[in-house]
């Protein structure tokens, strides 16, 4: 199974914040890359699919990048919306597998 | 308005077995792939089967391989995960998600809100 890990677990930054989160992946997996948003006690929404194309209706700040094993989410302006966990998924090969997650919390 | 309804969850005991639903509505349900992930209390996401658009390829998680079976009626726009076997580390929210236009690899771009299953004696 191809392992997904993100950095950092967590992380608490203040409005307007440049916030960047990885994802490596223990495989070559091409650009076969998603991320997902969930904010508490809500489903998991797509952000980011084939690693850097934004879906409709995301805001603009969010952005993509990388191939082959590593991987960036970055949040330009961190918003107050922004906050939950954030999850990086790989459809290369089966079984998709995620991340752990990464818990963005408002300083 | 894309939507996706899971129902048919609860509390069941360890080796029993339970059915867990979908009901889609909003696209065009038979073109497009779909698949279940769970989320056990308090923790991440874990990837558990998918299905293409006609039911003909089926993938699943080793964990579940077996146990569940993922099936889709294309006729009442509906998913389902049947369940045997049941362990406690089964126990999580089952989302159900839409996935790729005629391909079963792709992004999962809309969940359900998520049905629970509880598996305890």
């Known amino acids: 199974d191809i392992q997904m890990t993100q950095s950092p677990s967590s992380l608490s930054a203040s409005v307007g914040d440049r916030v960047t989160i990885i994802c490596q992946a223990s495989?070559?997996?091409?650009?076969?890359l998603n991320w997902y948003h969930q904010k508490p006690g809500k489903a998991p929404k797509l952000l980011i699919n084939?690693?850097?194309n934004l879906e409709t209706g995301v805001p603009s700040r969010f952005s993509g990048y990388g191939s082959g094993t590593d991987f960036t989410l970055t949040i330009s302006t961190l918003q107050p919306e922004d906050i939950g966990t954030y999850y990086c998924q790989q459809y290369d090969n089966v079984p998709w597998t995620f991340g752990q997650g990464t818990k963005v919390e408002i300083k | 308005e894309v939507q996706l309804l899971e129902s048919g969850g609860g509390l069941v005991q360890p080796g029993g077995s339970l059915r867990v639903s979908c009901a889609a509505s909003?696209?065009?349900?038979?073109?497009?792939?779909m698949s279940w992930v769970r989320q056990a209390p308090g923790k991440g996401l874990e990837w558990v089967s998918a299905?293409?658009?006609?039911?003909?390829?089926?993938y699943y998680a080793d964990s579940v391989k077996g146990r569940f079976t993922i099936s889709r009626d294309n006729s009442k726009n509906t998913l389902y995960l049947q369940m045997h076997s049941l362990r406690a580390e089964d126990t999580a929210l089952y989302h159900c998600?839409?996935?790729?236009?005629?391909?079963?690899?792709?992004?999962?771009?809309?969940w359900g809100q998520g049905t629970l299953v509880t598996v305890s004696s």
């Open positions: 084939d690693a850097s």
């Open positions: 998600a839409k996935g790729g236009l005629g391909l079963v690899a792709a992004a999962l771009d809309f």
């Open positions: 909003g696209f065009t349900f038979s073109n497009y792939a």
């Open positions: 495989h070559d997996i091409s650009n076969y």
């Open positions: 299905i293409s658009g006609s039911g003909s390829t089926t």
